[in-house]
């Protein structure tokens, strides 16, 4: 049990050390995709040449800064687990849901809503080319709930872990 | 512990049980997939012909460079490196409904280690091609190794996610055998 509690100690210090750097990255993604996303905003403007294009790029804005948001909490949870050293507790399950919601949200709503205003508002929707859905981004939503399942477990021996000593 | 812990600790073992096979499943797709998009990439590249048949979408479509094959077989290796421990370890967890062991840990560490190669590879050919042909010395040019689309940011945070994981399967396998041998 010593050994075990060595153990422990060591990997939270790596995993501490680690969600710094982490952090670090996963802030600047944020500062990625947010500048991505106002720099897509002079595009919605009317003088636009194709109608539909303005709509395209209203989902596109959208999606950069839905992932931007996405980007921010991931970085927003590497901090508290630099700071604490607990990786296993419910606020970071909860973010972790979060984070995986927003990317399922990534995936089905940006596109076929500004595809249903474009509709909406009688524009020729033949030149919508973004896809409707986006997989990889369906995927990573799936992952990061699968992923809060594996923490909330994690939760649980934490608790056992803590009321045992 | 009260029995309520211990009840939800089932469900949650069996819940993750049924992810994982699900998750199994979709992993496994995704290899095959890869496994014949490279079958493709490679038997269309050696195929290609020096110029376009027609002016046609499809013909350009058809056209389009995939890379070289030493590049698209080292591509496959490292995704193959990737997805073989992943689907190893959702395996594990499909059938005991327990991720947090130490074997676990050190798949999540091997998958995280190919993502990050896959990410660094193009910025070292292209860094390769700049001591062969160009100035590598040149600050604008080893500012183009980290623009998007030479570097893979993607990949290159799935490896931090998969090496933190790692970490934190171990963390969690401690706590795993503390919770064992308190039973």
């Known amino acids: ?165 | 512990m009260d029995k309520n812990h211990d009840a939800r600790k089932q469900q949650t073992n069996a819940s993750i049980r049924r992810s994982g096979k699900i998750a199994l499943v979709i992993a496994i797709l995704i290899l095959l997939g890869q496994i014949i998009s490279f079958l493709y990439k490679v038997t269309f590249t050696l195929r290609r012909p020096d110029t376009l048949e027609d002016e046609s979408f499809l013909s350009y479509l058809n056209y389009i460079r995939y890379g070289t094959v030493p590049d698209l077989i080292v591509r496959i290796i490292l995704t193959l490196g990737t997805m073989i421990p992943v689907i190893l370890l959702l395996r594990d967890i499909s059938r005991k409904g327990l991720p947090f062991t130490i074997q676990n840990g050190t798949r999540m560490f091997i998958a995280g280690i190919m993502q990050g190669l896959l990410a660094l590879l193009p910025v070292l050919f292209q860094f390769v091609q700049m001591i062969r042909y160009g100035d590598s010395s040149d600050s604008s040019s080893l500012a183009y190794l980290i623009q998007p689309n030479v570097l893979n940011y993607l990949n290159l945070s799935f490896c931090f996610l998969l090496l933190f994981l790692a970490g934190l399967f171990r963390y969690g396998a401690a706590l795993q055998q503390e919770s064992d041998e308190t039973l």
């Open chain 1, 1 to 165: 049990m010593k050994q075990s509690a060595t153990d422990k100690n060591t990997i939270i210090r790596r995993l501490r050390t680690g969600s710094i750097g982490i952090c670090v990255f996963y802030f600047l993604l944020t500062i990625f995709y947010a500048e991505r996303g106002i720099g897509m905003l002079p595009n919605l403007k009317p003088e636009a040449e194709l109608e539909i294009y303005r709509y395209e790029t209203i989902s596109q804005t959208v999606t950069y800064f839905l992932m931007a948001a996405a980007m921010l909490l991931a970085a927003i949870l590497f901090l508290q687990i630099a700071r604490k050293g607990m990786p296993f507790q419910d606020q970071h399950v909860r973010t972790v849901c979060i984070i995986g919601v927003l990317f399922l949200i990534i995936a089905v709503i940006p596109a076929p809503a500004a595809l249903l205003l474009a509709k909406l508002n009688g524009v020729d929707t033949a030149m919508f080319l973004s896809p409707l859905i986006s997989i990889s981004a369906l995927l990573e939503g799936f992952l990061m709930l699968f992923i809060a399942q594996i923490l909330h477990y994690g939760t649980m021996l934490q608790l056992e872990s803590d009321e045992t000593l």
